[in-house]
């Protein structure tokens, strides 16, 4: 089956600057690789998400690329503001996720004031 | 929150002792999902289900029994509960399954503890 891993697990940050979120990938049948940001006490909320024909996508501050051959995609905050701070998981499926997503472990964000 | 409610949000039982979760979602989706989230695990699948009494195993369904009578609920048992089983767990629906779609949503989660 899938697995999914995730760099780093804490990530520690100043406001305004970039922080990046890595992932790596096993199966290469997998085709659809969303993000997920939760805060504490809640869900995960679906934030980005690409698909196996597409390189990168963005979405104002975020971003996400996606490297098939090497199978790894990432996360891409610019301009971090406090509100970005929170657990980022990536995940990962083959046929449009209708028998489940593989999620990594995920990273924490700290944005630094 | 994609018209989802998990029920009940906090629980807290002996070892075992049966127990039923329950997801609720009202826009009519096919695809329902519960997961677990534990620290340094992410999120992992029990089961999911497909449609009314179409259930599939996921990767961690060992404990886990789950039913669907009804299109809008997705319930969860453990059937003996243990203290491996503590954890927060989380339900989800598919608004697009198949090819070009795939999004889950994710409801509040449950908090469960078991003594």
């Known amino acids: 089956g899938e697995n999914v891993e995730q760099h780093p697990s804490t990530l520690s940050v100043q406001e305004g600057d970039s922080a990046v979120i890595k992932c790596t990938y096993s199966d290469s049948a997998s085709n659809y690789f969303p993000w997920y940001k939760q805060e504490l006490g809640k869900g995960p909320q679906l934030i980005i998400d690409i698909r196996s024909n597409v390189g990168e996508k963005k979405d104002q501050r975020i971003a996400v690329t996606l490297n098939k051959t090497a199978k790894h995609f990432s996360l891409h905050i610019t301009e971090t503001q406090p509100e970005d701070s929170a657990v980022y998981f990536c995940?990962?499926?083959?046929?449009?996720?209708?028998?489940?997503?593989?999620f990594g472990k995920g990273t924490h964000l700290i944005i630094q004031p | 929150d994609a018209g989802i409610t998990q029920s009940p949000r906090h629980k807290v039982t002996e070892t075992g002792t049966p127990v039923t979760l329950r997801c609720h979602q009202t826009?009519?989706?096919?695809?329902m999902y519960w997961y677990r989230q534990d620290p340094g695990h992410g999120l992992r699948l029990i089961h999911y289900?497909?449609?009314?009494?179409?259930?599939d195993k996921g990767e961690v369904s060992d404990g886990y029994s789950v039913s669907r009578s009804k299109t809008e609920d997705f319930l969860l048992t453990l059937e003996s509960a243990t203290s491996s089983q503590t954890s927060v767990y989380f339900c989800?629906?598919?608004?697009?399954?198949?090819?070009?779609?795939?999004?889950?949503?994710f409801g509040p989660g449950t908090r469960l503890t078991v003594l």
């Open positions: 995940a990962a499926t083959s046929g449009g996720g209708a028998d489940g997503l593989t």
């Open positions: 989800a629906i598919t608004t697009r399954p198949g090819t070009g779609g795939g999004e889950q949503f």
């Open positions: 289900s497909y449609g009314v009494k179409d259930t």
């Open positions: 826009e009519n989706h096919r695809y």
